[in-house]
């Protein structure tokens, strides 16, 4: 029996414009590139022309009171995060399924294509 094997299937991101949208919170994923380990929330764009798009944003895993993910953080829980979360950790897969707002704003990578940035 053969076994084949393809390239993986390159997959083009939605380009959403730049504005404010309803979304919910409907990913959570580790993996590892060249800024090392991150954690990507996947939103699922919801309303109008950008009804079921998803866009990503992705974050170092490391929680601090002023990190990047602590303001993730904010924005879907609505408050602060209280002390036991700051110094425990949080289990962000239980905010699967939240309703928010997200900002997009479009930029260039690296390599010069354009993304939606969250």
């Known amino acids: 029996m053969a076994v084949m094997v393809k390239p ?11 504005g404010t ?12 590139n060249s800024y090392g ?5 996947e939103f699922t764009l919801q309303g109008g022309d950008v009804d079921g798009l998803t866009v990503m944003r992705s974050n170092s895993p490391n929680l601090s009171a002023k990190s990047k993910l602590a303001e993730l953080l904010r924005g879907l829980l609505g408050r602060d995060l209280i002390e036991v979360e700051l110094c425990g950790g949080i289990d962000v897969e239980d905010l699967v399924g939240t309703e928010c707002k997200v900002l997009v704003l479009q930029s260039r990578g690296k390599g010069g294509q354009l993304y939606s940035n969250v």
């Not at 993986?8 to 730049?18: C, D, F, G, I, T």
């Not at 949208?21 to 590892?32: E, M, N, S, V, W």
């Not at 380990?37 to 929330?41: C, Q, S, V």
Request: proline share 7%.
């Open 8 to 18: 993986k299937e390159q997959r083009k991101a939605a380009v959403v414009p730049n």
């Open 21 to 32: 949208y309803p979304a919910k919170l409907t990913g959570i994923r580790q993996f590892q």
């Open 37 to 41: 380990a991150r954690i990507g929330f």
